[in-house]
Nanobody, 124 residues
């Protein structure tokens, strides 16, 4: 069965860091663009960061620029989201998404694969 699995979420204090992982099973991520999205309680899902299949192109939400870094390790079939200087407003469930087409990942619509999500809570 082909699926994406996120991990690395948890409780962290403001100013702290977390690294989220998105690992594919049942298929290779080599040809897929990947996006990270988050959904805060009572809010709509929003795009956080994305990376093209080659890794040459990345995109960040304004709220993530300068604090978050998306990267990929195709040998491990995994994409990462390094999150630094975390703020309470970063709290939410973080999902990764994969699609062959980069702009589809960026749109978050009709994406081929979604993970089940990992909860990030930023609180003192």
């Amino acid at each position: 069965q082909s699926q994406l699995v996120e991990s690395g979420g948890g409780l962290v204090q403001p100013g702290g860091s977390l690294r989220l992982s998105c690992t594919a099973s049942g298929f290779t991520l080599d040809w897929y663009s990947i996006g990270w999205f988050r959904q805060a309680p009572g809010k709509e899902r929003e795009a956080v960061a994305s990376i093209s299949s080659s890794g040459d192109d990345t995109k960040y939400a304004d709220s993530a620029k300068g604090r978050f870094t998306i990267s990929r390790d195709n040998a491990k079939n995994t994409v990462y989201l390094q999150m630094n200087s975390l703020k309470p407003e970063d709290t939410g469930v973080y999902y990764c998404a994969a699609d062959i087409v980069y702009y589809v990942v960026n749109s978050g619509e009709n994406v081929e694969f979604w993970g089940q999500g990992t909860l990030v809570t930023v609180s003192s």
